[in-house]
Structure formats: structure tokens, C-alpha cells
């Protein structure tokens, strides 16, 4: 096995705050309370930090990285219906997509949320609604996302938690890729 650093400590740190900023509202607080607000735009906090980052940051952090690509994607479904492995250094093309639905929706919660408490939007009804429609699909990804992470470690046998702890990857030698 080959041990490469790939999550730096700015992606595992978004990563983990946001999980637990995002759990700490959908289940702890009350969404009219001041600490639910708070929350939100921490996570807001966090996305931007995160877009900037996937612009500017380290190899496996930034978007071009892991562009979303539709037939790489299928690809890596066709694997895993035929039962192939292949390992991905980085995100693989479907953890991409569910990053950049993740990211987007996150977006859109908190965008929704600060309309939903604005004086300008009160009695409108729409953001609010809006907001709980979003949550819920956020709730849903999360979700997906974990069952997949838990999915793929088996079926890799490549321990993607463990990873997003410690920022190594262990592959097998086969599958790594050149030096940048």
C-alpha cells in the first residue's frame, strides 16, 4: 500500500466543521432561535472559504481537480455494477458530483434561510418554504454521502474516513499517480 497525503488540513477542517455545524442545526437548535442563525451563517462561512480554497488551494482541493463529468461518472457506476476497482487519489467522479451538489445546496440553504429571516421577506412564506425543501434534500445528500463513503471503503478497500481524518490515503502501489 501507498500512503500519499491528499486531504490538507483546510479541506478536512471544512469538512468537519461543516458536518457538524450542519447537524447541530437540522437537529439541536430552533430554527427562529438566534443560535440556528448563527449557525447558518457560519456554514455560509464555510462554503466561501471552501469555493475560494477550490480555487486557490492544494492539488486535490481545487475544482479542477475533480471537474463533474457525466461519462466518468456512469464509468465508475458501470464498475461498480460489474464489480471493477479502480481507486481515485483524489474525489472520485461521482464524490464529485455529490461535492458540488453538497456545496451548491448548502448555498441555496443559506441564502434561503437569510431570506426566510429578513424583514423584507416576512409574510412571503416562499423562503421559508424553500428553505425546508432544501434542508431536506441537504439532509438526503448527507445521508447518500455517507452511505456511499461506507460503500466504496468496503468495496475499495480504501478507508475514505480515515482518510478525511488524517489527510493520508492508503492505495495500492498499482494505482499511484505521478508527481505533479
Known amino acids: 500500500m501507498q500512503k500519499d497525503y491528499v486531504w490538507d488540513t483546510m479541506v478536512r477542517s471544512f469538512h468537519w ?19 440556528h442563525h448563527t449557525i ?3 456554514i455560509a462561512a464555510l462554503v466561501g472559504l471552501r469555493v ?3 480555487l486557490t488551494g492544494s492539488r486535490y482541493a481545487r475544482f479542477s481537480s475533480f471537474p463533474p463529468d457525466p461519462s ?3 464509468g465508475q ?8 476497482v479502480r481507486h481515485h487519489k483524489g474525489h472520485s467522479p461521482l464524490g464529485a458530483f455529490m461535492i458540488y451538489n453538497l456545496l451548491l445546496t448548502l448555498l ?10 429578513s424583514p423584507a421577506f416576512q409574510g412571503t412564506g416562499w423562503p421559508e418554504d424553500l428553505h425546508e425543501a ?16 461506507l460503500f466504496e ?4 478497500k480504501v478507508n475514505l474516513a480515515r482518510a478525511m481524518v488524517t489527510g493520508y490515503k492508503e492505495l495500492p502501489e498499482t494505482d499511484a499517480e505521478p508527481a505533479p
Do not use: C, Q
Open 17 to 35: 466543521l461543516l458536518a457538524a455545524g450542519f447537524a447541530a442545526n437540522a437537529l439541536l437548535t430552533d430554527p427562529d432561535g438566534t443560535l
Open 40 to 42: 447558518g451563517y457560519f
Open 52 to 54: 475560494i480554497w477550490g
Open 72 to 74: 466518468t461518472a456512469a
Open 77 to 84: 457506476l458501470t464498475d461498480i455494477a460489474t464489480g471493477r
Open 108 to 117: 441555496a440553504v443559506t441564502l434561503t434561510g437569510w431570506m426566510a429571516a
Open 134 to 149: 432544501l434542508v431536506s434534500w441537504a439532509e438526503l445528500s448527507v445521508v447518500l454521502h455517507v452511505a456511499a463513503v
Open 153 to 156: 471503503s468496503r468495496r475499495t
